[in-house]
């Protein structure tokens, strides 16, 4: 079974820095990619970015260009988003999302496995 | 980047009734879209890719349709455990950009 494991809560300060960890299991870390997803209170789903496990290649949303760090960990098949300079817009649920061979073909395929969502509180 | 616009943003119907969600794309993205569920405190679900192909165990009263820039998300008969945020997403490139949601309650 796929899964994705995230990291728990996290309160961070304004102006800190925070990193969250999704580890995969059930695939082949290296098959699929990543994406990160935040969810702030009242607002929607946005798309944060993604890396792609097996050469580490990242795309970012430009709204967090900047600030935003993806990562994959071949030797831990996990991999973390950084999201750096926090303010209190930033405070949200952090979720990660692997797109799978049972939502698409020919490698386009839509988020079908999410991990738990993680909890960060930026306060002062 | 390539915008999706959902509407409405919001509605409410009576169980059993059809409900329609639009979804549109600034440019064409073929059929590469998806129609996910977000209920309250709980994980997003993967409804329908590909514009209209549906996940298996998403009920039947599900279903999605178009391509090119105009695509639907329909609830033939409303349901009582439907009640959720559906949100639209284009996936053949990055930004995989989110519609912003429609909000669907019961009246």
């Known amino acids: 079974e796929v899964q994705l494991l995230q990291s728990g809560a996290e309160v961070k300060k304004p102006g800190a820095t925070v990193k969250i960890s999704c580890r995969v299991s059930g695939y082949r870390f290296t098959d699929y990619y990543i994406h990160w997803v935040k969810q702030a209170p009242g607002k929607g789903l946005e798309w944060m970015g993604l890396?792609?496990?097996?050469?580490?290649?990242?795309r970012y949303a430009e709204n967090f260009q900047g600030r935003v760090t993806i990562i994959a960990d071949m030797s831990t098949d996990t991999s973390y988003m950084q999201l750096s300079s926090l303010i209190s817009d930033d405070t949200a649920v952090y979720y990660c999302?692997?797109?799978?061979?049972?939502?698409?073909?020919?490698?386009?395929?839509?988020?079908?496995?999410w991990g738990q969502g993680t909890t960060v509180t930026v306060s002062s | 980047d390539i915008q999706m616009t959902q509407s409405p943003p919001s509605l409410s119907a009576s169980i059993g009734d059809r409900v329609t969600i639009t979804c549109r794309a600034s440019?064409?993205?073929?059929?590469?879209l998806a129609w996910y569920q977000h209920k309250p405190g709980k994980v997003p679900q993967l409804l329908i890719y590909?514009?209209?192909t549906s996940l298996p165990g998403v009920p039947s009263r599900f279903s999605g349709s178009g391509s090119g820039t105009d695509f639907t998300l329909t609830i033939s008969s409303l349901q009582p455990e439907d009640v959720a945020t559906y949100y639209c997403q284009k996936y053949n490139s990055a930004p995989r950009t989110f519609g912003q949601g429609t909000k669907v309650e019961i009246k």
């Open positions: 890396v792609d496990p097996e050469d580490g290649g990242v």
């Open positions: 440019q064409g993205i073929r059929n590469y």
């Open positions: 590909g514009a209209s």
């Open positions: 999302a692997t797109g799978t061979a049972a939502a698409g073909i020919n490698n386009y395929y839509a988020m079908d496995v």
